[in-house]
């Protein structure tokens, strides 16, 4: 997975090659984060750099810096999909949010 932690808070990165560098976008923020270097002793320099920058923001403006998340979201699939989902979760004794929950829990850590 073309992730980077850094500071305790997840940063995606990319390649632009536009500009032949990569990029970090740091994810789960409540506000934008982003940070460029051409390698990655640079993504992880400028990166603490942008990090600390964005946490010293939030602390001034009184800000949580992480975003809440519910634990819910909303899911649309083909019909087929759906069924073969409900039959797969079916078939581990799971109901389909519980068979859905683990499927996305073990892609998420495989990533």
């Given at each position: 997975?073309?992730?980077?932690?850094?500071?305790?808070?997840?940063?995606?990165?990319?390649?632009?090659?536009?500009?032949?560098?990569?990029?970090?976008e740091f994810v789960g923020?409540?506000?934008?984060?982003?940070?460029?270097?051409?390698?990655?002793?640079?993504?992880?320099?400028?990166?603490?750099?942008?990090?600390?920058?964005?946490?010293?923001?939030?602390?001034?403006?009184?800000?949580?810096?992480?975003?809440?998340?519910?634990?819910?979201?909303?899911?649309?699939?083909?019909?087929?999909?759906?069924?073969?989902?409900?039959?797969?979760?079916?078939?581990?004794?799971?109901?389909?949010?519980?068979?859905?929950?683990?499927?996305?829990r073990q892609a998420a850590?495989?990533?």
């Amino acid at each position: 997975m073309n992730t980077m932690n850094i500071g305790g808070y997840e940063a995606v990165i990319t390649f632009d090659p536009d500009i032949q560098m990569f990029r970090g976008e740091f994810v789960g923020l409540n506000g934008g984060a982003d940070f460029y270097a051409a390698d990655v002793a640079g993504l992880r320099r400028e990166g603490d750099v942008s990090l600390r920058v964005f946490l010293d923001a939030c602390e001034r403006r009184g800000i949580e810096p992480r975003k809440r998340f519910s634990g819910k979201f909303s899911l649309r699939v083909d019909p087929a999909v759906h069924e073969a989902a409900v039959v797969a979760a079916a078939a581990h004794g799971q109901s389909l949010n519980q068979w859905a929950a683990e499927a996305i829990r073990q892609a998420a850590r495989a990533g």
